[in-house]
């Protein structure tokens, strides 16, 4: 600042003097305010930032409750998904349970029908026999009434039909009663080697017994589903053969099914 | 012009310019030792003022601040009261030595405060 030509310093040195003080009151104002200035705005810039921060710092809070929430979920549907794995495999077996038992059924129905429909076929053939017929049949062959009347005897006790078995209580099988029958009759050539069960022993009678063509009252009549039967001629009515099956001991007309053979049986 | 008058004259454009010479270093210490103290604490405790993310920010504006606090000092006026100093001791020892007033020295005077003024 330039003083005015007009004031000396050598006239007025109590202006001269205001002058200064004005002058470094202003440099005062101005060294203060320089202070001040990047004080303040390096305060307000300080604030401006943590203000940033805190907002930054809250959603980043945010972020993580949320991430927190998502890992939960997560975490649950990994157990669910776990838990359907598991399900889904414990399913499958049983799946594969129901598939073999329906296997199982369905093979067991399959032997069922043929059963039904061998039954069927030998309802077809039965022939009625009782005591009455028995004794008539008795009298026109003597030789057989004991084994007739033996049989129906047991069929009175309603022996069932079992197949492998080998006594009165249990039941028998087709040829397992023949064996009884000849076992108890005494047949001969018919004898039970050491230790050898009935059902054993029945299963050989077929290759035991001598072979015959023309099938007498007594012999044995073998056909292809396993029934080993006693042959009965009956001149009258036609020949039957009488032996233990899936209806218990039945009369059934002797060609019911064509026989494997027939086998001579000596009885004593 | 009296002699006693431009020695208190200047005794007290002298005492001016020492009030604003004092507020400056005042003023500039305390940036000073704001912006270190900013500086020393982004170091030593970063989390304490800002968050530890800002320490870089917290060291450099507090170096920001120190450096402000040396700006009053380039335009510090002690080369003034120097000169003013001078005068005035001129002045006093031509007072106390009872020497007659050297015009060269007014001239100076003069020519000082037409310059400054």
Known sequence: MKVSTTITPGDHLPVLLERIERQEKSARSRAVLYSLVPVALTIVLLGYTASSVRN???QVDALKTEAATYTTQIDSLKK????????????????????????????QLAEAQKTLSEAVNLSRAVRTTDYANAKELASRFPGS???????????????????????????????????YILKQKRASGIELRPGE??????????DKLPPTTQPRTGDLVFYPAGYAMFYFADPREGPFVLGMTPFGITALKSDFAKPVGYRQVQWR | MNMRAKIEFLKSAIASQQV??????????????LGITVVILS?????????ETLKTGQTLAGTAVAANGFIPIFFSRRDKIVALRSLLLSYQHQQVGGLSPDAKLDEYFDQYFAKVL
């Open chain 1, 56 to 58: 930054a710092q809250k």
């Open chain 1, 80 to 107: 669910n998904a776990d838990t359907y794995k598991n399900q889904s495999q414990s399913l499958q077996g049983d799946a594969e349970s129901y598939k073999n038992q329906v296997t199982e059924l369905q093979a």
């Open chain 1, 145 to 179: 009434e004991s084994l007739l009347l033996d049989m129906l005897d047991l069929r009175q006790r309603r022996i069932k039909w079992k197949p492998g078995g080998q006594s009165l209580q249990e039941g028998f099988d087709s040829p397992s009663f023949a064996m």
């Open chain 1, 197 to 206: 069960s009935l059902s054993d022993a029945s299963h050989s009678l077929y």
């Open chain 2, 20 to 33: 604003t010479l004092h507020l400056q270093i005042a003023l500039a210490a305390m940036l000073f030792v």
């Open chain 2, 43 to 51: 170091f030593v405790n970063p989390g304490l003022i800002l968050a």
